[in-house]
């Protein structure tokens, strides 16, 4: 089956053709040369004038769909870099005073006290046992 063809609806053409048809009498086949040539004209230069618009409008849906996720995105990995640097300042600061503890004298000094304590503790327990 043949698809039946659309007359134009352009007063441009139908204008243009009873000029042409009048003035020089085309013929039929002349008149339908001329629609023809018209409509595929008229197609490239609609194609033509509509192409850029269409893909910068692609373009703006995109980005008007991209730009929220990406603002997230920023927003949830400053968050982590805060607790990043927080964690990395807090475990700095913890091997500083792991590193000090040992430079310090008093520690040495509680150790020989404790193992003083330890022993005085155990001859007083065997003094204790002995006079029982």
Known sequence: KKKKKKKSNSPLLSTLTNMLSSKWLLDNESNKKIDKSYKK?????????????IGLYHVQEHVRRTIPKCVETKKELEKKKVRI???????????????????VR???????????SIENS????????NNS
């Not at 004209?41 to 618009?53: D, F, G, V």
């Not at 300042?89 to 000090?100: F, M, R």
């Not at 008093?106 to 003083?116: D, G, P």
């Open 85 to 103: 640097q927080n964690a990395t300042y807090d475990a700095q600061i913890n091997v500083e005073v792991v590193t000090d503890i040992g430079k």
């Open 41 to 53: 004209s008229s197609l490239y230069i609609h194609r033509l004038a509509n192409e850029p618009s």
């Open 122 to 129: 155990k001859k007083i327990n065997i003094k204790n046992n």
């Open 106 to 116: 008093t520690f040495e000094n509680v150790i020989k006290l404790t193992k003083q």
